[in-house]
């Protein structure tokens, strides 16, 4: 990079080193699932251990284990 800053990541890289870690993610409808990343791929599809479900910032629902299909991640932000 031009700025001399060789610490940034590209994404996958980035989603590699938090496989195992919690982690937000949030879905284009806005509902947010918070759980431990497990897996994700190539187009995103997210694999969670111990999820819970928020909608409008308040919990909504628990899960044991969720999938989230890549076309409806906004984000997903490590919660370390």
Same mark, same amino acid.
């Given at each position: 990079m031009e700025?001399?800053?060789?610490t940034?990541?590209?994404?996958?890289?980035?989603?590699? *080193?938090?496989?195992?870690?919690? $982690?937000?993610? %949030?879905?284009?409808s806005?509902i947010?699932?918070?759980?431990?990343?497990?897996?994700?791929?190539g187009?995103?599809n997210?694999a969670? *251990?111990?999820?819970?479900e928020? $909608?409008?910032g %308040?919990?909504?629902?628990?899960?044991?284990?969720?999938?989230?299909?890549?076309?409806?991640?906004?984000?997903?932000?490590?919660?370390?």
């Amino acid at each position: 990079m031009e700025n001399g800053s060789s610490t940034s990541k590209d994404p996958s890289g980035f989603l590699s *080193e938090i496989i195992g870690a919690p $982690v937000t993610v %949030k879905l284009n409808s806005g509902i947010v699932y918070k759980g431990e990343l497990q897996s994700v791929d190539g187009y995103m599809n997210i694999a969670l *251990e111990q999820c819970k479900e928020h $909608v409008n910032g %308040k919990p909504s629902r628990s899960f044991g284990d969720a999938f989230v299909r890549g076309n409806n991640v906004l984000y997903i932000s490590a919660d370390r």
